[in-house]
DNA sequence: TCGGGGACTTGGAGCGTTCCAGGCCTCAAA
DNA sequence: TTTGAGGCCTGGAACGCTCCAAGTCCCCGA
């Protein structure tokens, strides 16, 4: 009575109207649906036309109530403004999909809503929890990783043990571009830092490269925070007349873009004057045919991967923590050039 | 015994742990937890301590069964590399939490998968859908309206006699820009046209503000496929060098920056050369301190309305269909100025 | 003293699936 | 003819919550 056998019943329908139109049990109805063996043909085809007709769409609430399992993942971002979230994300789904998972996102917005963003995923009782980015210290997030299997990608926090990481490797990746630019002939070669842990790494690799190449005298660094006037001031900073470098590795395509322009409106050409290079091979690096030269994190690899680990850490909670670094590529672009002796 | 008093049990813990724990009965429970009257006060606080202790969340699963609402709201977004899918995002999200409802999004990548994405929003039985961004037609999302509330926001498809729309006015804001320009005293004003019906509106309204202004003579349209190269050839044909125009109103900021950077590759000055005005106010049209005239959409009132009207459609599924057009705000940046004759 | 009412509490019946322990056939081998 | 095996199908017990009808107290007024 609840449900008339037509569309006239206001709710969609359930398993057991379908059962009754097909003439078979709900079980069987089950059964086939599944996609598993053991029902005669007949009625096979006959449960499956039934479905067709009356628009049948399992209910997730109530298979995942008894099977205790979602097929489903969340994935917190850490701020969708970051243009190469869009490859890594693509990836990720993909990936996912193809292991019959689907994949639901939210955006964090700062600390004090980490917290309901979270609860939802909690209690939509996700398989399992993917933190894209970097993400704020969120106390709220570490209780969470211990009780939910967790991957962090493309950022380094948090730091648990139970919370495998994949990531480009920050502190490879600077070096190999203070490379490209000591080969350019560049002494003078600044950087236009950031704050957060993988930006500590990309410091760290400029650093450590400099002193490879005895160039230590020339380190420079001037820490910008993440926001735009923070990156344009540490770009003023570094592009004073007295002492300015030939050759700038900025920890973003974001910041070098920024510190392009501040350069063009000192009447610097790039990459004749200040050679210019980024890091992350975003969108931004090819916009208007800029043609920065920048490191690419490889996303495709890395949703991948982290997916992969995703899945390894389902199957068992409890094992050992990993860390998966993948190596950045140069790709040089325009901004870089000759240094002017 | 299935799951022993402390965390000793592998899976969560249920309302019946916390009843037990707390010393009442899983109705009482669920009351407090649900935050209604009628629960004794020493009862109240020895349900939340137990809940704390316990680390226990509700399932949404089970909840969702039971009140046959799952209190949440799927949007699927045409393309996340559009900036101002932010400022959208954020208002919309702020006006479903302010209304206890959780919001979960999806990328659609193109016409076949949008079966897949729905679907999951399907069976998961949200409340109400949202589309955002003018979505490629696809037959499955016309069946799915006709049974989930929807409404689009930021785009004009699908339409559908029970699909409301929220968006900008894109004709009058279009002619708002050529208002200015004409206001600068450019006569010779061009469009670089996009497609899909958003785009062909925004034509419409250059074509008759053009008329307006009794500069019938002087209208010239260039349409561009969405890609980056196709934007970038219709820049080449509309600055070649015989009949150029002083001035070009874009589809949107993304092809105004592509007009400007070509624009530069020929020696043009903006705005002294050339005037270019974008659409959308996205973040692109701050970038650098381009400071690009721009039109804005208003995105904050466009998700708060969008969510309006979706509440309004969950709780009246066959209300009439309802168009609200935001107008838009001319943002005169530096990449304006006034014609040289 | 009794009755009534209000404040608080509880058991149990769903919600729509899945999964499991059988049950009913039919057919072949003993 | 009996027995067993195997293919196919079914009822019913979960899953974790909400909601409702039906308590149980306790206090106050008649």
Avoid at 55 to 75: F, K
Avoid at 213 to 225: A, K, M
Avoid at 265 to 285: E, F, I, K, T
Wanted: proline share 4%.
């Amino acid at each position: 009575m609840s449900t008339s056998s037509d569309t006239g019943g206001r709710s969609r329908p359930t398993i057991v109207d379908v059962a009754q139109r097909a003439g078979v049990s709900k079980s069987l109805v089950s059964l086939v649906l599944r996609g598993q063996p053991g029902a005669s043909e007949s009625n096979r085809t006959a449960v499956l036309r039934a479905a067709e007709e009356l628009g049948y769409r399992a209910n997730a609430a109530a298979r995942s109530l008894a099977q205790q399992r979602t097929h489903t993942v969340g994935a917190v971002l850490s701020d969708l403004r970051n243009p190469w979230f869009i490859d890594l994300l693509a990836a990720v789904r993909a990936e996912l999909t193809a292991h019959g998972l689907t994949l639901f996102l939210s955006e964090d917005f700062g600390m004090d809503r980490d917290a309901s963003v979270l609860d939802a995923f909690i209690e939509a009782r996700v398989d399992g929890l993917l933190c894209l980015g970097t993400l704020p210290p969120a106390q709220h997030l570490l209780s969470t990783a211990r009780t939910l299997p967790t991957v962090v990608a493309a950022g380094r926090e948090p730091d648990l043990p139970n919370v495998d990481v994949v990531t480009g490797d920050d502190r490879s990746g600077a070096a190999r571009a203070v490379d490209h630019l000591v080969e350019l002939g560049h002494r003078r070669i600044a950087h236009l830092a950031g704050t957060g842990r993988a930006a500590d790494l990309r410091t760290d690799g400029y650093r450590d490269a400099m002193r490879r190449h005895g160039l230590d005298e020339y380190i420079r660094v001037e820490v910008s925070d993440r926001s735009e006037p923070g990156d344009h001031l540490a770009a003023v900073a570094l592009l004073q007349p007295d002492d300015r470098p030939t050759a700038i590795l900025a920890n973003n395509d974001y910041a070098a873009v920024i510190t392009m322009s501040h350069a063009k409106q000192l009447g610097l050409d790039v990459p004749h004057d200040l050679s210019v290079v980024g890091y992350d091979n975003s969108y931004l690096a090819r916009l208007g045919y800029i043609g920065l030269t920048t490191l690419d994190n490889n996303y495709a690899d890395m949703g991948r991967l982290a997916v992969q680990r995703l899945l390894a850490r389902i199957a068992d909670p409890q094992s050992a923590r990993t860390v998966s670094l993948l190596d950045p590529e140069l790709k040089v672009g325009s901004t870089s050039g000759n240094a002017e002796h």
